[in-house]
């Protein structure tokens, strides 16, 4: 019997959805995560060699791109959100975010998943201006968050 060929999943079909909104993106970056190790040896242990136990988690901060439309000022309007309830109430808890990335495979079904909590704007880039290029407006915002759950769906 013939073994059916298989690809890997194509990384250009996802989904971005900021908890209140789905917006279309051209680019996701910086779904990384590592567990911080720990060295640990005791005083009798029978080896010359520290132990290395898991520590902490440590996510990146994760970079979204997409073209920036008319009247569509989602991105501005939050990150000016958490700006001026930082300065104003000193608190922006409520303006973090539960944001879901989903990957999907040829036939738009769900493959994995990255959900970030607690996700709030620290940087917002306007695109750049150039009279001579013929490029789309792209936006750029990177998001800190308080954890990356992966999962296969």
Known sequence: MAQELE?????????VNLGEEEISAQEVTGLDSEVEFI???TGDHP????????????????????????GNNYLFDWFQQVKDARNESGSFEEQKRQVTIVLMDTMQNPVFQWT??????VKL???????EDNGIAIETIEL???GLIQEAV
């Not at 690809?7 to 989904?15: E, S």
């Not at 520290?50 to 994760?62: D, E, F, H, R, Y």
């Not at 970030?116 to 704007?121: D, G, I, K, S, W």
């Not at 880039?125 to 009279?131: C, E, I, Q, R, V």
């Open 116 to 121: 970030l909590t607690n996700a709030f704007p």
């Open 7 to 15: 690809y890997p999943i194509p990384k250009f079909r996802f989904t």
């Open 39 to 41: 060295e640990y040896r």
């Open 125 to 131: 880039s306007a695109p750049d201006l150039n009279a």
């Open 144 to 146: 800190a968050h308080e």
């Open 47 to 70: 080896t010359d060699v520290k132990m290395k136990v898991p520590g902490l988690q440590k996510v990146s901060n994760v970079t979204i791109k997409r073209g920036l439309y008319n």
